[in-house]
């Protein structure tokens, strides 16, 4: 099994630019995430989802949209890049309990 | 509100002796924690978890102790190795909401 997986794992966008980030679970989840990473931080939750064509702010949700059209994937959208955007990004999936990571990706915007 | 907290960024301990990172929780309507850890590189892996509904629960090597009075949460590892060194972070679920919110992280640092 995959698990949890995220394309693409590294970016690099000019300021402006807009991106989506993918993340594929194949574990049959109910509930997904996506978190930002920045150095020193903890994970910080952007935007999540209890189910299919569901979702909810979380903790940072400026400048970023998602989208959970099927219960597989769970889409992270930056319609005009900041570098304040710059961080890595981790999605995750989960039962009411244990949530599962991928990888992460790395953007960095210039 | 809705923050998890660590007491000590950084953690070093000895190879062998046992190692106990902390982690204070503000919200009293949080119904499970999880405690993750994430290597260099990699993402957060889980741990160990524990219901608010008890006050210690153990894994291999790991205990994890919640004590609500105080909304304080601590992880021990038995007979650290050089394996365990990584960022260690707490995070609570919102009852309701399904919302996992992450705790700052403890570096744990082994000494041989």
């Known amino acids: 099994n995959a698990g949890v997986t995220q394309t693409p794992k590294f970016r690099v966008l000019k300021t402006g630019q807009s991106m989506t980030l993918l993340c594929a679970q194949d574990?049959?989840?109910?509930?997904m995430y996506w978190y930002r990473q920045d150095p020193g931080m903890g994970l910080r939750l952007i935007h999540y989802?209890?189910?299919?064509?569901?979702?909810a702010k979380g903790e940072v949700p400026d400048g970023y949209n998602v989208s959970r059209l099927k219960k597989q994937n769970f889409l992270l959208g930056l319609e005009s890049a900041a570098p304040s955007q710059t961080s890595v990004y981790f999605c995750?999936?989960?039962?009411?309990?244990?949530?599962?990571f991928g990888q992460g990706t790395r953007l960095t915007v210039v | 509100g809705e923050s998890v907290g660590l007491h000590l960024p950084t953690l070093s301990v000895q190879e062998g002796d046992n190692s106990i990172i902390n982690c204070a929780y503000s919200?009293?309507?949080?119904?499970?924690f999880i405690w993750y850890k994430q290597e260099s590189g990699k993402g957060p892996q889980f741990i160990i978890d524990?219901?608010?509904?008890?006050d210690k629960r153990q894994g291999q090597r790991v205990t994890v102790l919640l004590n609500k009075t105080v909304k304080h949460l601590s992880l021990q590892i038995a007979a650290t190795q050089p394996g365990d060194s990584a960022v260690y972070f707490c995070a609570e679920n919102i009852q309701g909401a399904q919302k996992l919110v992450f705790g700052q992280g403890t570096r744990l640092t082994i000494n041989p």
């Open positions: 995750a999936s989960s039962r009411p309990t244990e949530a599962f």
């Open positions: 919200n009293s309507a949080s119904d499970y």
């Open positions: 989802s209890v189910g299919e064509g569901t979702t």
């Open positions: 574990m049959n989840h109910e509930y």
């Open positions: 524990i219901r608010s509904n008890m």
